[in-house]
């Protein structure tokens, strides 16, 4: 009878062992949806900064005027293409991780981390210094997003690597051409 009852004991902690470690997996698994939900936010902030950095880009080389207009307005047209480019790469992402990328332009400007700055004098030291702000803005949720993701999502942290160095890039372009105006 003791044989039996050690049995039954036995089973019945290897029983209470599965259910403790089905539990623990089931919450991790909500614990990672809820993660994952969060990136998919962030990454969507984000693809609204790249759009709204693109027509920010775009409409200030359309607009700007003054000393060096041609190889400011090359600068600017060259940089929206990446932040198009960024832009894709982040839709991309928040597609694979069973997201939906904003679909709605209006709701760019309110999901975005940074912003637009219309630019309302096309004088090019103010357009420049517009887009420095939005490069310095971009860079810093970047770095939100690096932090975010470095120890628990690698595709996600390297697409994000690769786009703030872009984004450090554009800020010493900028700022180069602000010194020699």
């Not at 700055?117 to 970047?142: F, H, M, R, W």
Request: hydrophobic share 40%; proline share 3%.
């Amino acid at each position: 009878m003791f044989k039996s009852k050690s049995k039954i004991v036995m089973v019945l902690g290897l029983i209470l062992i599965s259910l403790v470690g089905g539990y623990l997996t089931l919450q991790r698994k909500k614990t990672e949806k809820a993660n994952v939900s969060k990136l998919v936010e962030s990454l969507n902030k984000a693809f609204a900064d790249e759009w709204l950095a693109y027509y920010q880009y775009w409409i200030g080389a359309q607009i700007v005027s003054g000393p060096m207009q041609s190889e400011v307005i090359a600068e600017l047209k060259e940089h929206a293409i990446d932040e198009l480019r960024h832009a894709d790469m982040l839709a991309k992402r928040i597609i694979q991780l069973n997201g939906i990328p904003i679909l709605e332009p209006k709701q760019w400007y309110e999901a975005s981390n940074c912003g637009f700055l219309v630019p309302t004098d096309p004088n090019i030291k103010k357009i420049l210094q517009q887009n420095v702000k939005g490069e310095q803005c971009a860079i810093s949720a970047y770095k939100k997003l690096l932090e975010t993701t470095k120890d628990t999502d690698t595709t996600t942290y390297q697409m994000i690597h690769e786009i703030l160095a872009n984004e450090i890039e554009h800020e010493k372009d900028l700022l180069n051409l602000l010194k020699v105006l």
